[in-house]
Structure formats: C-alpha cells, structure tokens
C-alpha cells in the first residue's frame, strides 16, 4: 500500500469479518499516515505491518518486491488458504452467509480457488466522501460483455490451500512446479473446473469466457472509486509500473456501469460497527482523520492544476457520453 490511510480500516474490517485471520501488509513511501496506521494496527494485534523490502533493493516495481521477499516467510506454508490481494479488491463471497467457510464449504475438495475481478465504475459518484466503499459503489461491468478489444476475459486472484504445495506465489495465482501440478484441483468463481490446458506452472492472470465466473465468488475491485479519488490515485502513482502512471485511457477502461450489484452490501452494517470499534482507539481515530484531511487537501491542489482540469473534462464528457444502466436512474 501507499497513501491509501482513508480506505484502509474498511478493508481491513471488512476482510477480518468474513474470516480472513492473518493480515500482511506492505507499505513504502507512505506521505498520508497509512504505514503509521498500519503500525497501530499491529501494535492492535489486528494485522502484521512491513516496510517494502524495496527500500533495501532501491527497485520501484514494489508488487515484485514483496512477491519475492514473502515467499519465504514460513507463514506462507503454515497457512491453510493464502491469497494476494490490492487494498482496492474485496473478497466478495456469493455463496451461504458471505463468508470464507461458506465458499470453502461449496467448493468442496478443491484447493485453489481462482477468483475473478468484478470491476466497478465510478458510478456517478463525484466527490470523495469519508464513506464504505461497498456502499458507496453499486455499478460494475456486465458479467457477460467482452471489454478487452473483444476479448472476453477476466483479471484473477486466486485463493491457494497448502496442501495443493505451490512452488511459489505470485500476485495473481501460485505456479507449480511440473511434478505437482497433478495434485492441484483449481475451480472458478463457479465452482467449475478450470479447463485442461490452464497452466499451472505460470501466473494466471485472467481466464477467457466461458472459463470464468461469479456465481460462488467474485473479486470486487473498485479500480476508481469516485472522480475526485481517481485523482489520488494519480498523484499516487503505479506500483506495478512506475513509468506508466494512470490517465485518460485507464479510466475509460474501467468506467463500465452496465450492471448494478449490490451482492457485497449485506455487510455494510457489520463493516461499520467494525470500523467504528476501530475508530474508538484514540491513535487510529486521529491518523484516520489526518488522512481524510491530507486527501482532501491533495484533491484541493490538484484541481488547481491546468493539466487535471483538462482530465477532469474529458472524464465528464466521457461519463455522459457512456452513462451505462446510470442513465436510467431516476
């Protein structure tokens, strides 16, 4: 993570209250108060907090970074299910009470669960609010419709157990080694097999139609979340790609409103309790509100800038030119 101090206490409560229990984050070059926020929450017992080991290697591709450094940590092999996840994607499980024993439950036998994005829009959501993102956001992409250049394909992030003995993890899915790949049982987000020819001694980042699905688990990924916090992601930067950033073209891609889906909403309620309880702690509660007041303050500064009002019409132009199932809102 990096600068992400106003949405991290939701991810967190969020993804403790459907049963993830061994929380790992990795922060570098941290200016809003996350890493110290991380710091309390470790202080908490309610995650583990770690510098990038890039501040070591002097390497910016931090993604890469810490891929490299975790794989040998023993909690990665003593962990019954390990998954790599963004701050922007939440495990959204479709299956019983929401939760990580219902989709263990429904997917039976298998050992390797490969989750796919559901990628949400803006969904006319302007200002940033200090507010859940799980309530805030309710239009994604079809779950149907090609956005890749006709491509049907999905973006992935599989949940690995460790019986199924990875070689190693990746940010998207583990790679096996040949001899092993015998005694891996991968499922979609349906439960469905994945088809024969899946490498599974590669990362896999997508599946192609009809591979994917939704109907047991889907990936929410809010990749914008409002106008003015695509702004902040901006100015934060890409971890993965340092030199590519984010601009027009990332937001066209990913600003699809074609389907509304409230699936993850049934635990707005229990999120904020949990984030309120968070709150309480008189640390947390004040680098939480430092960080709204530092976004606040950056999204101020950037709109001064001639170059981000320029983005921020062809935002508004391309938002009404495209409006999705958001036109049919009353």
């Known amino acids: 993570m990096k600068d992400e101090g106003p949405f991290l206490l939701e991810w967190v409560a969020y993804h403790r209250l459907i049963g993830v229990n061994d929380i790992l984050v990795f922060t570098n070059d941290c200016s809003d108060g996350t890493d110290q926020m991380l710091e309390r929450l470790d202080e908490m017992g309610v995650l583990r907090h770690y510098p990038n080991p890039a501040f070591m290697t002097g390497r910016t591709k931090y993604h890469l970074q810490v891929i490299r450094y975790a794989n040998g940590l023993p909690r990665l092999r003593r962990s019954d299910w390990v998954v790599s996840l963004d701050v ?8 019983g009470q929401g939760r990580l ?32 993102l799980i309530d ?35 940010n998207h899915s583990p790679v096996f080694a040949p001899g092993d790949v015998a005694g891996v049982r991968p499922v979609n987000g349906s439960g469905h097999p994945l088809p024969p020819d899946a490498d599974l001694t590669s990362d ?65 309620d229990p999120v904020t309790q949990y984030r309120d309880e968070l709150l309480e702690d008189a ?22 800038s001639p170059a981000i009002n320029d983005l921020l019409r062809r935002i508004d132009q391309h938002c009404r030119d495209n409006p999705g199932v958001l036109a049919q809102r009353t």
């Open 204 to 268: 896999i980042k997508s599946l192609k139609a009809p591979h994917y699905g939704f109907d047991l688990v889907q990936l929410n990924h809010y990749a914008l979340r409002s106008v003015e916090s695509f702004l902040l992601k901006i100015a934060r930067g890409n971890a993965n790609h340092p030199e590519e950033g984010y601009d027009m073209s990332y937001w066209r891609r990913y600003d699809q409103n074609d389907l509304r889906d409230d699936n993850i909403t049934r635990w707005v």
């Open 283 to 304: 640390e947390l509660g004040r680098l939480h509100t430092a960080a709204v007041a530092r976004a606040k303050d950056k999204i101020s500064e950037l709109r001064d």
């Open 101 to 132: 024993v219902d989709l263990f439950a429904a997917t039976g036998d298998s050992n390797m669960i490969v989750m796919n994005q559901h990628n949400f829009g803006h969904g006319g959501v302007e200002r940033f609010e200090d507010r859940l």
């Open 136 to 170: 805030q956001f309710r239009y994604a992409w079809d779950k149907e419709t090609p956005y890749h250049r006709r491509i049907n394909r999905r973006g992935t992030k599989t949940l690995t157990h460790r019986v199924a003995n990875p070689r190693e993890w990746h």
């Open 88 to 95: 922007d994607e939440f495990i959204c499980v479709n299956a």
